[in-house]
């Protein structure tokens, strides 16, 4: 986000200075992204913004107004299913779907499992820790969904960081890296840009904010954190990528929500499968 603030600021005519306390862009929390393309949230305006952003990953190199010569990022579509778990929102999201044009279709569970001979049609519902007992029953039902032909994921979420950092800078965009902000000075209750761990002092009569995981640590440095009405924290994600099911692939498999065992997943490039935590009450989170 922060990358592509700072090119739709520096290519509207603004002098932007970005400040990152890391070694290179992305190479925070933006670098160990899964960088799911989605569409099914639960509001519209949620669902049409994500939806007109994959239409800019689509044609990255068009949004970004050139080619980054160090390689750019690439959308992979797989498509997206999204199975069902009791009280879902799944009439609500079709609704917007249908009332914004995204394609769509409903699938049983042997439609599901036809199409995609690695997933299994049980309904595993609800999820529990692995030292339940009842967690390896079988299901006593078949699983339903919807599913888009769009959605997917980024090849490299680091990458796409950088192509928009380097777009950024062909603009006059300067990047500070390796450069901890440790105060957000004000004068007459105004920010006064921002003091470098370094001891240098960026004058600015903007800051903005976006610190990822050290959004709410910036807040309290500005002093404004109390004012927020949105507050965020740092939490721990758990993800793995291990080998995939030879049927499930880029070209073959999907992006999967599956709530009712608490995992996301999509195929990835060589073979592998990434599955991700989607936070069920039976696990304990873990905040930072």
Known sequence: MGASITLELARSGRSVVCVDAGPAVGAGSTSSSSAIIRFNYSTFDSVLTAWEAAHR???????????????????????????????????QVSAIFRDIGIPFEDLTGDQIQTRMPALAK??????RPVDDPQFADEPTADIAGY?????????????????????????????????AVIEIPQSDGKVDGVVLASGEHISAPVVINVGGPAASALNR?????????????????????????????????????????????RPGPGGTVLIGSSEPACDELQWL
């Open 147 to 179: 599913y888009t032909t769009e959605g997917g994921f980024i090849d490299d979420p680091m990458r796409a960081a950088q192509n928009f950092m380097f777009a950024a800078r062909s603009h006059g965009a300067e990047v500070r890296l390796h450069s």
């Open 221 to 265: 440095l500005a002093g404004v954190a109390d004012e927020m009405k949105i507050s965020s924290r740092p939490l721990r994600q758990e993800v793995h990528v291990v080998p995939a099911p030879e049927s499930f692939t880029t070209e073959s498999g999907s992006l999967v929500s599956d709530p009712g065992v608490g995992v996301y997943f």
């Open 122 to 127: 049980g309904d595993f519902w609800p999820p």
């Open 57 to 91: 990953w689509k044609d990255f190199a068009g949004h970004l107004g050139m080619t980054d010569p160090d390689g750019m990022a690439n959308l992979v579509t797989t498509g997206c299913l999204a199975l069902d778990t009791p009280g879902d929102n799944r009439l």
